[in-house]
């Protein structure tokens, strides 16, 4: 007899009813009845959902193979989909054969029991995975990648890839890891008794970069629309639960583009992120809307199907100081938003996502085109409920001699940032762009609180592990 390999999402359609097939996977549970059969939940992670294998106590290697079969195990099964006759699935597989592939001691493998705390689970990185909650932020996250790349393409934006060692610090906050190839316990000295850099592989100090977006502008100066997706760097010493230390950001560039233009764009796609996993992830959001946040879909509907607000920093300000209500930080022009003012906006005063936009000059980086009043910059963030910022964006300063203003202004070495300006030398246009966090998104998208459980192996400070 010849059989189909399938997985167990193809396996778990009612299409598949009468044919044999083979599946291979990790078992989530065996159950032995009195009626002559046992019952094995398998997953093989292509889909929220287990398969049931019906094994007859009949099959000649049941005490010698079955028996061992546990929770963790991997095996092989050939058999026939059957409907279901039980309730939550359309087909189960009644067994012929059943290899087992690789056990898994029941006296140690960790994930015997469900319910395990998502702390526990940060411990056991390399096993979590396998369960409900981690298969499923793997394949939203998955998804949400793939979106983010047809949104682009359909919209005529090109993939850039930008370098992940950099010179410079795009943002301007001093918050990069060192690349270095010298040994730190006895590496040169300048004259001044400094580790003398001049004698590193780059022959500069060259760090890990905090944003590719200083090279995606070069690119956009010639492709017009581009876009840059991976990983980015922050040696910020805060132990939050949304920042973390190795990140992946979405950053899209585009020419001939203002700041209102700029807030669309960033408003459309987090739309089509939003409707496409209500679309295409809908098992894996039903079960973060059951067992994570049970406002979850709600929210992600009434976020698609409204506009978002529009404040200027501040109107902010004002409404902020005018709610009375108490910070920690106080409010006052000129302050860098907290994340608890950030939360009030969004989730208390319009309970909706609100884009913050022409910031003080002074609390953001050197690139922001400054606005006529010269105190304030077209800058955008863009908060949303449970999360805060998502996306932080502006409009780009695209007049050299403001640009070098400023550069100064933020003691910049002019000299290393010439061929950032000489795209304002060189057929300057007014271009703007933003930057997602990806994990920020996932948390958005799933509902979970911590950066660390969206992440597959979170680098935050202090933990390296894995
Ligand atoms: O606001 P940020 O710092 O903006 C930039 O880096 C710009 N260069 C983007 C651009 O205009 N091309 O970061 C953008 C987003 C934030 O809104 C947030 O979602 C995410 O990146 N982010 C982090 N996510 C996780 N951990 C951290 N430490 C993060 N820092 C920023
Ligand atoms: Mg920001």
């Known amino acids: 007899m010849t059989y189909e390999k399938l997985t167990v999402a193809e396996a778990r359609k009612a299409e598949a009813i009468g044919k044999d ?23 093989d992670g292509s889909s929220f959902g287990n398969i049931q294998l019906l094994i007859s106590k009949e099959l000649p290697n049941y005490e010698t193979t079955v028996k061992s079969i546990t929770a963790g195990s991997s095996m092989t099964v050939q ?42 689970l940060r411990s056991i990185a390399h096993l979590r995975v396998r369960t409900n909650t981690f298969g499923a932020v793997a394949r939203i996250r998955n998804r949400v990648s793939f979106s983010i790349h047809q949104f682009f393409q359909e919209n005529g934006f090109f993939y850039v890839h930008t370098p992940i060692i950099t010179a410079s610090d795009c943002e301007g906050a001093g918050q990069m890891f060192h690349v270095s190839s010298l040994n730190p316990d006895d590496s040169p000295k300048d004259d001044a008794g400094k580790v003398d850099f001049s004698q590193d592989f780059f022959g500069k100090p060259s760090y890990l970069t905090v944003s590719g977006q200083l090279n995606v502008e070069t690119y956009c100066a010639g492709l017009s629309r581009v876009y840059t997706f991976g990983p980015t760097f922050r040696a910020e010493n805060s132990n939050t639960s949304r920042h973390a230390a190795e990140f992946w950001m979405i950053e899209p560039e585009i020419a001939f583009c203002e700041l209102e233009e700029n807030m669309e764009w960033a408003e459309k796609f987090l739309k089509r992120l939003i409707a496409d996993v209500l679309q295409h992830s809908a098992e894996d959001i039903a079960f973060f809307n059951e067992q994570i946040d049970k406002t979850l879909i709600d929210t992600l509907q009434h976020v698609l199907s409204s506009q978002f607000i529009r404040l200027s920093y501040t109107e902010a300000v004002d409404l902020l100081i005018q709610s009375g209500r108490k910070f920690d930080y106080k409010v006052e022009w000129g302050i860098d938003l907290q994340s608890e003012h950030e939360r009030y906006l969004t989730e208390e005063h319009f309970k909706s996502p609100v884009i913050l936009y022409d910031y003080p000059k002074t609390i953001k980086p050197f690139y922001m085109r400054v606005n006529e009043d010269g105190k304030t910059v077209r800058a955008m963030d863009v908060l949303v409920p449970k999360v805060g910022e998502i996306i932080g964006g502006s409009e780009r300063e695209y007049q050299l001699d403001v640009l070098e203003t400023r550069m100064k202004e933020q003691k910049l070495d002019l000299e290393a940032y010439r061929w950032y300006a000489d795209l304002r030398r060189y057929g300057t246009v007014p271009h703007s762009g933003f930057g997602l966090g990806l994990e920020r998104a996932l948390m958005f998208l799933t509902g979970i609180a911590n950066i660390r459980d969206v992440l597959p192996f979170p680098r935050t400070p202090g933990n390296c592990e894995f």
């Open 21 to 43: 097939v083979l599946l291979q996977g990790w078992v989530r549970t065996r159950r032995d009845s009195k009626a002559g059969f046992s019952f094995v939940e398998l997953n």
């Open 79 to 120: 058999g026939t989909v059957k409907a279901s006759p039980g309730q939550g699935q359309e087909t189960e597989i009644e067994a012929k054969v059943v290899e087992l592939v690789g056990a898994a001691d029941p006296a140690t493998y960790p994930l015997q029991k469900k319910g395990h705390s998502l702390e526990f």
